[in-house]
């Protein structure tokens, strides 16, 4: 499995960005779908994930905030990031689960919220 992100950027506090991530490769393995980001300094955290049943996943900080979705063939994931906040400053990374489960990662691209 091969993952392509793009979109991100720099934006204002408040206002809003989204990022995708093209599968390519084995994608008919893919369990779970998602984005996971690392601020400087810090760990790499959740974000958001859904499963090929349709099951989404947020973590908490983001909830209300970001929806992640697929298109029908899911083969491309989307986070819409709303209200955004210099916390949500980072790094975003695609990631795949397959059912073994494997993790598949995708090159990360920036996320800048000013103040």
């Known amino acids: 499995v091969q993952l392509q992100a793009s979109g991100g950027g720099l934006v204002q506090a408040g206002g809003s960005l989204s990022v995708s991530c093209a599968a390519s490769?084995?994608?008919?393995?893919?369990?779970?779908i998602g984005w996971y980001r690392q601020a400087p300094g810090k760990r790499r955290e959740l974000v958001a994930t859904i499963s090929s049943g349709g099951r989404t996943n947020y973590a908490d900080s983001v909830k209300g905030r970001f929806t992640i979705s697929r298109d029908n063939a899911g083969n491309t994931v989307y986070l819409q990031m709303n209200s955004l906040k210099p916390e949500d400053t980072a790094i975003y990374y695609c990631?795949?689960?397959?059912?073994?489960?494997?993790?598949?990662w995708g090159q990360g691209t920036q996320v800048t919220v000013s103040s």
């Open positions: 490769g084995s994608t008919f393995s893919i369990n779970v």
């Open positions: 990631n795949a689960k397959d059912w073994t489960p494997k993790n598949y």
